[in-house]
């Protein structure tokens, strides 16, 4: 995935379905400069990660 695409589903009111390794995730918030997204599993909320955007993968 890209950053303008990770911004677009973060800003987005429907759900949008992304992975990272496999888990489906929830994107919490993009940071632009550093090509980096904060993110959480669907089933843990609590457990944010920093990863690069590049890990995400979109399910169409």
């Known amino acids: 995935m890209n950053k303008e695409r990770a911004e677009q ?3 987005s ?4 379905d992304v992975t990272y390794n496999g888990n489906s ?3 919490e918030k993009v940071h632009p400069t550093k ?3 904060s993110i959480h599993l669907l089933n ?3 457990n944010t990660q ?7 993968v979109e399910i169409k």
């Not at 009111?13 to 949008?16: H, L, Q, R, S, T």
């Not at 920093?50 to 995400?56: A, F, K, M, N, P």
């Open 25 to 27: 995730v929830y994107i």
């Open 13 to 16: 009111p429907e759900m949008v």
């Open 44 to 46: 843990q909320p609590q």
């Open 50 to 56: 920093e990863v690069h955007v590049t890990q995400l």
């Open 35 to 37: 090509e980096t997204v």
């Open 9 to 11: 589903i973060s800003s």
